[in-house]
C-alpha cells in the first residue's frame, strides 16, 4: 500500500492483526501491534485493535499476554461492554468465576451495563461451579434490568438444576421461558428428561419426550443416551411401545447394548431380512461407545454399501466418537458428507457440527 502512495489507517492494521489470529498467528499479531503502539506505522490502536488481540489471546489461552495488552490498553482508550464480555467469558472459562465476577463488578461500576452474552457467560459458569443459588440471582437480576434471556441461558440453568435434582426449579424456568417465546432445544430437552429419569419420574421424563417429538426437535446421540439408560435403568425399556415408536421415528433403534445389536443384525441375516437403519445405528452406536472407532466405520461402510443411507443421527455418532479420540480430518471428512447429503446446511441449525470442524 505504501508503494502506491496510500499508507494504510488503523483500521486496515485491525483487519490484518484480525486476520493473524484467526489463524492462531499470536507472535505476528503481537509483533504488528506492537509496531502500531511505537509509533512506526503512525497510526494508533483503538479500542477494535484491543478487542481483537484479547479475543485472540482468549482462544489460544494466553491469559498472561492478554493481561500485559490490558495494561497498554488504559493508556491509549477505556475497555466497552466487548471488551468486558471477552474478559468473563474467558475467566468462566477457565472456571474462575471469582475472577470474572469481579470484572464483571468493575464493569458496572464504570457505568458499562452487562449484556445478554455477559449474563450468560456468568450464569453458565456459575452453574457449572454448583453455586446455582448465584446463577438464578443473576438470572433474576438480568431480568428486572430488562435483559432477557435466550434459550442458552435458559439451558445453562436448567441443566444446572436437572444436575442437582432440583427439579421443581427447572421445570419453573421451563415453563417461564416458554411463556417468554423461547422454544426449548434439544440441550433443554435432554437435561429435563435425564433428571426426571434420575428422579423416577418415567412418566414425566416420557412426556418431553413427547413433547421434543411433536416440536420436530430431531433427537441426538446424548439424548438417544439419556432416553436408552433411562428406560433400561427403570426396567421399561421392553414395554414402552410408545417410546420405541418415537425413537424408530427418529431412525434409531432403541437399544444401547452392543450384543444384542449384534444379535439383532445374526437374527435379521439367518431371516434373509437385510439389516436396517435402525439395527446399524444400534451397532455404530454401541462400537463407538466402546470406543472401536474402527470397527464402528466398517459397520458405516458395510451399510452404505448395502444401499442404506445414514441420517444425521448416526453422523452424530460417528463424530462424537472421533471427537474423543481427537480424530479431525475423520470428523472433517464426515461433516463434508453430511453437507453433500443436504443433512448439514451453512447457517446456524448446524454450529454443533461445527464446533467439532476446526480447519
Known amino acids: 500500500m505504501p508503494k502506491l502512495g496510500c499508507l494504510p489507517d488503523i483500521v486496515s492494521y485491525n483487519s490484518l492483526i484480525d486476520g493473524y489470529l484467526r489463524n492462531a498467528d499470536v507472535g505476528d499479531a503481537c509483533f ?56 468473563v467469558d474467558m475467566y468462566c472459562k477457565m472456571n474462575n468465576v471469582n475472577m470474572a465476577y469481579r470484572v464483571f463488578k468493575d464493569m458496572k461500576s464504570s457505568g458499562v451495563f452487562p ?22 440471582g443473576l438470572y433474576l437480576d438480568m431480568r428486572r434490568n430488562s435483559v432477557f434471556p435466550n434459550v442458552v441461558t ?4 436448567i441443566d444446572g438444576f436437572c444436575k442437582r435434582q432440583m427439579l421443581e426449579k427447572a421445570a419453573y424456568l421451563f415453563s417461564r421461558m416458554l411463556g417468554d417465546g423461547v422454544e426449548p432445544n434439544i440441550v433443554v430437552y435432554t437435561s429435563m ?3 426426571e429419569f434420575k428422579k423416577k419420574n418415567v412418566d414425566n421424563a416420557l412426556k418431553y419426550l413427547s413433547r421434543m417429538h411433536d416440536q420436530g426437535i430431531r433427537l441426538d446421540v446424548a439424548a438417544y443416551g439419556v432416553i436408552v439408560s433411562g428406560l433400561c435403568n427403570m426396567n421399561r425399556l421392553d414395554g414402552a411401545v410408545d417410546v420405541k415408536k418415537v425413537l424408530m421415528d427418529y431412525g434409531v433403534a432403541p437399544d444401547g447394548n452392543l450384543v444384542q445389536a449384534f444379535r439383532l443384525q445374526k437374527q435379521m441375516v439367518k431371516k434373509g ?11 455404530i452406536f ?72 476446526c480447519r
Not at 435458559?154 to 440453568?157: E, G, I, K, N, V
Request: glycine share 8%; net charge negative; with cysteine.
Open 154 to 157: 435458559d439451558s445453562a440453568l
Open 273 to 283: 431380512i437385510p439389516p436396517n437403519l435402525f439395527a446399524y445405528s444400534s451397532l
Open 32 to 87: 504488528m501491534l506492537r509496531k502500531v503502539c511505537c509509533g512506526m506505522m503512525n497510526v494508533r490502536p483503538d479500542l477494535v485493535t484491543f478487542n481483537a488481540m484479547f479475543n485472540g489471546f482468549c482462544k489460544v489461552g494466553t491469559v498472561e499476554e492478554l493481561l500485559v495488552y490490558m495494561s497498554l490498553m488504559w493508556k491509549v482508550c477505556v475497555p466497552n461492554v466487548v471488551t468486558y464480555g471477552i474478559l
Open 193 to 195: 428428561i435425564d433428571g
Open 286 to 357: 454401541g462400537l463407538t461407545n466402546k470406543g472401536f472407532m474402527i470397527e464402528a466405520k466398517q459397520v458405516f461402510d458395510d451399510m452404505m454399501k448395502k444401499g442404506i443411507s445414514p441420517n444425521h443421527v448416526v453422523y452424530d455418532i460417528l463424530i462424537r466418537g472421533y471427537a474423543k479420540e481427537g480424530n479431525q480430518p475423520a470428523i472433517s471428512c464426515l461433516i463434508d458428507e453430511m453437507r453433500m447429503r443436504g443433512l448439514l446446511s451453512d447457517d446456524g441449525c448446524n454450529q454443533k457440527y461445527m464446533l467439532h470442524d
Open 115 to 136: 449484556n445478554l452474552q455477559i449474563f450468560t457467560s456468568l450464569i453458565d459458569g456459575y452453574c457449572k461451579a454448583g453455586e446455582l443459588e448465584v446463577a438464578l
